[in-house]
C-alpha cells in the first residue's frame, strides 16, 4: 500500500516547503499540485483569457497537457513540453491560479492527474483540497496554516527574492491573499476545508525544522522508497 501524504492549507502558510522537507525526510516523492494550478492559468493568460471564464477556459484542457518531473530534488512543472517552473511564480499567475481552480472541469483534470501520482508512488502533495478532494483515503492528513500578516510577509520576501518585489507593499499582499483565502473556500467545487481529521499545524511562531517535525511525528516511520 502506498504512503500518500495529504498536506492543505492557505497561501503563503508555508505548505510547500514543509511538504518538500517531509518528503525528503521520508525518501519519497513531493508533487507541488499548485504549481499545476498555476501553470493552467499561465496558459490562459498566454492566450488573452480570462481565467474565471469557464466558457473560455473549457476549450483549452483538451489540448493542454501538463505534467511535472522531479530533477535533481526539484520539481519542474512543464505546460505543453515548455518547462514553467520559473513563469508561474509571479503574483499575477498566482492570482489566476486561484480563479481558474475555482473551475470544476479544471479542477477534475488535473485532480485525476495528481491521482495517478499518489496510485504509484509513496508520495506527499500540498494544496487546498489534497486530503478532502485527491487523496480522500489516506490516513495521513494535514492542514497547515499561519497568521495572515505572517503570510503575507513570508510572500513578499519570497517575491523579494525572486526580484519581483518592487511596487509590492506587505498591505497589498495581505489584501491578495485574504481575497484569495476567500476565493479558494467559498468556491462551490472542492474548496479549501480545514477536515476534522486533518491534523493542524499553525506555523505562525515555529521555524521550519519544528513544523517539519510535527508532521513527521504524525507518520509511519521507515516507509520511504517502498
Not at 496510485?119 to 492528513?141: A, C, H, Q, W
Amino acid at each position: 500500500m502506498r504512503l500518500n501524504i495529504a498536506i492543505d492549507g492557505p497561501a503563503g502558510a508555508g505548505k510547500s516547503t514543509i511538504a518538500k522537507a517531509v518528503a525528503s525526510a521520508l525518501g519519497i516523492l513531493y508533487l507541488d499540485t499548485g504549481a499545476m494550478y498555476r501553470a493552467m492559468a499561465l496558459k490562459a493568460l498566454r492566450n488573452g483569457i480570462c481565467p474565471s471564464d469557464p466558457a473560455s477556459v473549457l476549450p483549452l484542457l483538451e489540448g493542454t497537457e501538463i505534467f511535472a518531473r522531479n530533477i535533481e530534488g526539484t520539481q519542474h512543472t512543464y505546460l505543453d513540453g515548455e518547462d514553467v517552473s520559473e513563469g508561474i511564480r509571479t503574483q499575477e499567475v498566482a492570482q489566476a491560479a486561484s480563479d481558474i481552480s475555482a473551475i470544476p472541469a479544471v479542477r477534475m483534470k488535473l485532480a485525476e492527474a495528481q491521482r495517478n501520482v499518489a496510485r504509484e508512488n509513496d508520495v506527499v502533495m500540498d494544496g487546498r483540497e489534497i486530503g478532502s478532494y485527491v487523496l480522500p483515503e489516506t490516513p495521513y492528513k494535514f492542514y497547515i496554516t499561519a497568521s495572515l500578516p505572517t503570510r503575507a510577509g513570508r510572500r513578499l520576501r519570497e517575491l523579494q527574492d525572486r526580484g519581483q518585489g518592487e511596487g509590492r507593499s506587505l498591505e497589498l499582499i495581505e489584501q491578495e491573499i485574504a481575497q484569495r483565502d476567500y476565493n479558494d473556500a467559498h468556491r462551490a467545487f472542492a474548496p479549501l476545508v480545514q477536515l476534522p481529521e486533518a491534523i493542524l499545524v499553525d506555523t505562525t511562531d515555529l521555524t521550519i525544522p519544528e513544523a517539519v517535525e510535527a508532521v513527521l511525528r504524525h507518520l509511519p516511520a521507515g516507509k520511504g522508497g517502498n
